[in-house]
């Protein structure tokens, strides 16, 4: 079965990178990688998602291992408002249709 | 732009009760996909609906159902409450042409349900 493994927890400094690591060693040839982020009180949001290649976006970075089987996001400047529940979630052909599978999470503590 | 609503914030209810929580798409969106999220857990898949018909489902027995009206707002019906059943229910919304899980997915701020 498709499934993803995230640290409990990381803390990093305000306005340093952060680097958050996944294992997907399950993970088939069509799974899309796709992370969101979950902020106190309120419903996931997305950050972003790739297949093969690295990806950016304005939130941050996706780099992809060459053999799939591990992914890091990486936000290059935290601040103290990207404080949240990181996911890591396979995009994966389950129960003949396609479902988002999460993980628990890695949460995020940023110290100022 | 509208983003994903859901009605009620929380809600209570005893054991053997029924439940309806309601979810109103983001504006242009066609795709419904409801989750369930324990305590301290990521969201797990209910199912999801593309233009009013159930097009996935996780593992969830059939005591959880929806529907999808044609304004694309929806749904999640529950029958027979159990105490497992306490939750964070989160609706998220996306666009597509078939409805697969290929888009972003805006979320709602979700339904705090309690079963006693």
């Known amino acids: 079965d498709a499934k993803t493994t995230q640290p409990n927890s990381m803390e990093s400094n305000e306005e340093e990178p952060v680097h958050l690591p996944c294992n997907h060693s399950?993970?088939?040839?069509?799974?899309?990688i796709h992370w969101y982020r979950q902020l106190p009180s309120q419903g996931p949001e997305y950050v972003i998602h790739?297949?093969?290649?690295?990806v950016n976006n304005r939130m941050a970075s996706l780099a992809i291992a060459e053999d799939r089987k591990s992914s890091t996001l990486i936000l290059h400047r935290a601040t103290l408002r990207d404080a949240a529940v990181y996911y890591c979630?396979?995009?994966?052909?389950?129960?003949?249709?396609?479902?988002?599978?999460w993980g628990a999470g890695t949460k995020l503590i940023i110290k100022p | 732009e509208t983003g994903v609503t859901q009605s009620p914030t929380h809600l209570i209810k005893t054991r053997g009760q029924q439940v309806t929580l309601r979810c109103s798409s983001q504006?242009?969106?066609?795709?419904v996909s409801w989750y369930q999220q324990a305590l301290g857990q990521g969201p797990q898949f209910i199912f999801q609906y593309y233009r009013e018909e159930e097009n996935g489902r996780g593992n969830f027995p059939p005591r959880f159902s929806g529907l999808q009206f044609p304004n694309y707002s929806s749904e999640l019906n529950v029958n027979a409450l159990e105490l497992d059943d306490s939750a964070l229910y989160l609706c998220?919304?996306?666009?597509?042409?078939?409805?697969?899980?290929?888009?972003?997915?805006?979320f709602g701020p979700g339904t705090r349900l309690t079963v006693l």
């Open positions: 998220a919304s996306s666009s597509g042409t078939s409805g697969r899980v290929r888009n972003t997915q805006y």
């Open positions: 399950t993970i088939s040839g069509t799974d899309y």
């Open positions: 790739g297949l093969t290649s690295n």
């Open positions: 979630i396979l995009r994966a052909y389950m129960d003949s249709n396609y479902q988002l599978i």
């Open positions: 504006s242009g969106h066609n795709t």
